[in-house]
């Protein structure tokens, strides 16, 4: 349900653009706050039946943004991420954000679609560290298309 | 004129008979090997303008002054020395191997930044270059495009160590940097916006310098 955390125990992925990987290390700004949004975008990857492979199969088949071969999908455990961020941030959540569906763009209704929550605006400096804490979470990366 | 005394003359000629079978037989082999002379010593002359002193009564050093420097076997200093250069050359090539690859990098991520529509500060590639260029035997760091359009260098060590630099642009760095201080299990966390040597400083106060360059 919107705004439910998502249990420690599962894990999470995001897009991560070309210009914040490089040679398979993620950089902290690819997990960037947009302006204007209430949390970081991820994928809740238990949503979804079946093995990584089949959770991430959905995931890519439900993606709204175009995701750039070179780019790569990286995966967070939710309680592990959390924890390594609570003593700077403890009001880090990570909830489930569902989107509806919207006919008028194409894209299909994503109920695995979930927010990295807590994270302040400033100072930049702050942000970017915190930024680069979560990026030390990444377990794996996979590629965005098969 | 004060003339040479002819004690000077038998020394000097004698670095020039190697083969001389009388300098064989004066000192065991393991003795010359032995001599441990430096080229100070080598080189006093001193010895040579004693005046009142027969050949028999001076030592063999003050004789055959050169013997040290033809008879040391050097081999072990030349092949440190070798060995010193040929690292720093390697440290030298791998340096401008990085260079090349972080040139290659920053082409791709400027056009990332055309067909994404991602702005591409110039001023912060300027900054990025001059710190880049400061060091010689650079350690490749990753480098990534940052939303705002500035280049971020990072650099990644041992046990959680950590160096973000974004360069601003305007001779300032936005740094963040992880590392565990000896002695401690937690690494330590710093961030900021400081000068280029401010940066530094910070970096030094976590002694990983090393991380950036050789």
Same mark, same amino acid.
């Given at each position: 349900?919107?705004?439910?955390?998502?249990?420690?125990?599962?894990?999470?992925?995001?897009?991560? *653009?070309?210009?914040?990987?490089?040679?398979?290390?993620?950089?902290?700004?690819?997990? %960037?706050?947009?302006? &204007?949004?209430? &949390?970081?975008?991820?994928?809740?990857? %238990?949503?979804?039946? &079946?093995?990584?492979?089949?959770?991430?199969?959905?995931? *890519?088949?439900?993606? *709204?943004?175009?995701?750039?071969?070179?780019?790569?999908?990286? %995966?967070?455990?939710? &309680?592990?991420?959390? *924890?390594?961020?609570?003593?700077?941030?403890?009001?880090?959540?990570?909830? %489930?954000?569902?989107?509806?569906?919207?006919?008028?763009?194409?894209?299909?209704?994503?109920?695995?679609?979930?927010?990295?929550?807590?994270?302040?605006?400033?100072?930049?400096?702050?942000?970017?560290?915190?930024?680069?804490?979560?990026?030390?979470?990444?377990?794996?990366?996979?590629?965005?298309?098969? | 004129?004060?003339?040479?005394?002819?004690?000077?003359?038998?020394?000097?000629?004698?670095?020039?008979? !190697?083969?001389?079978?009388?300098?064989?037989?004066?000192?065991?082999?393991?003795?010359?090997?032995?001599?441990?002379?430096?080229?100070?010593?080598?080189?006093?002359?001193?010895?040579?303008?004693?005046?009142?002193?027969?050949?028999?009564?001076?030592?063999?050093?003050?004789?055959?002054? /050169?013997?040290?420097?033809?008879?040391?076997?050097?081999?072990?200093?030349?092949?440190?020395?070798?060995?010193?250069?040929?690292?720093?050359?390697?440290?030298?090539?791998?340096?401008?191997?990085?260079?090349?690859?972080?040139?290659?990098? +920053?082409?791709?991520?400027?056009?990332?930044?055309?067909?994404?529509?991602?702005? /591409?500060?110039?001023?912060?590639?300027?900054?990025?270059?001059?710190?880049?260029?400061?060091?010689?035997?650079?350690?490749? !760091?990753?480098?990534?495009?940052?939303?705002?359009?500035?280049?971020?260098?990072?650099?990644?060590?041992?046990?959680?160590?950590? +160096?973000?630099?974004?360069?601003?642009?305007?001779?300032?760095?936005?740094?963040?940097?992880?590392?565990?201080? !000896?002695?401690?299990?937690? !690494?330590?966390?710093?961030?900021?916006?400081?000068?280029?040597?401010?940066?530094?400083?910070?970096?030094?106060?976590?002694?990983?310098?090393?991380?950036?360059?050789?």
């Amino acid at each position: 349900m919107n705004g439910d955390a998502l249990p420690d125990y599962d894990h999470v992925v995001r897009y991560v *653009r070309p210009t914040a990987i490089d040679e398979g290390i993620v950089d902290g700004s690819g997990f %960037e706050l947009r302006a &204007g949004h209430k &949390g970081i975008s991820v994928n809740w990857l %238990e949503y979804f039946v &079946g093995d990584k492979e089949a959770q991430l199969a959905e995931v *890519r088949q439900l993606r *709204r943004l175009h995701w750039k071969k070179s780019g790569c999908l990286a %995966e967070l455990s939710v &309680g592990a991420t959390k *924890r390594h961020l609570s003593d700077q941030l403890p009001g880090i959540s990570i909830v %489930e954000d569902p989107l509806d569906a919207d006919p008028q763009g194409g894209h299909a209704a994503d109920p695995s679609h979930s927010l990295i929550c807590g994270l302040p605006n400033d100072p930049p400096e702050r942000v970017e560290a915190l930024q680069d804490m979560i990026a030390e979470c990444v377990i794996k990366t996979y590629p965005t298309t098969v | 004129m004060p003339s040479l005394p002819s004690v000077a003359t038998d020394g000097w000629d004698d670095q020039f008979l !190697p083969n001389d079978a009388s300098m064989d037989e004066e000192l065991p082999p393991t003795t010359r090997r032995n001599w441990g002379f430096t080229l100070a010593a080598a080189t006093d002359w001193s010895g040579l303008f004693t005046a009142g002193r027969t050949h028999a009564s001076r030592s063999s050093e003050e004789t055959k002054p /050169f013997r040290a420097l033809t008879d040391c076997d050097y081999s072990p200093r030349l092949s440190e020395a070798a060995k010193l250069f040929d690292g720093l050359e390697l440290k030298n090539r791998v340096a401008q191997a990085a260079r090349q690859q972080v040139k290659n990098r +920053i082409s791709f991520l400027l056009q990332e930044a055309k067909s994404e529509g991602i702005p /591409f500060d110039r001023a912060s590639e300027v900054d990025f270059w001059r710190f880049i260029d400061a060091r010689p035997l650079l350690k490749k !760091p990753r480098v990534f495009l940052v939303d705002n359009g500035n280049l971020r260098a990072v650099w990644k060590g041992e046990k959680g160590a950590h +160096i973000g630099l974004q360069f601003l642009g305007d001779g300032k760095i936005q740094y963040v940097v992880f590392a565990t201080r !000896p002695g401690t299990l937690e !690494p330590s966390r710093s961030y900021g916006r400081d000068t280029f040597e401010g940066t530094l400083r910070q970096i030094a106060g976590f002694e990983i310098e090393d991380l950036i360059s050789e």
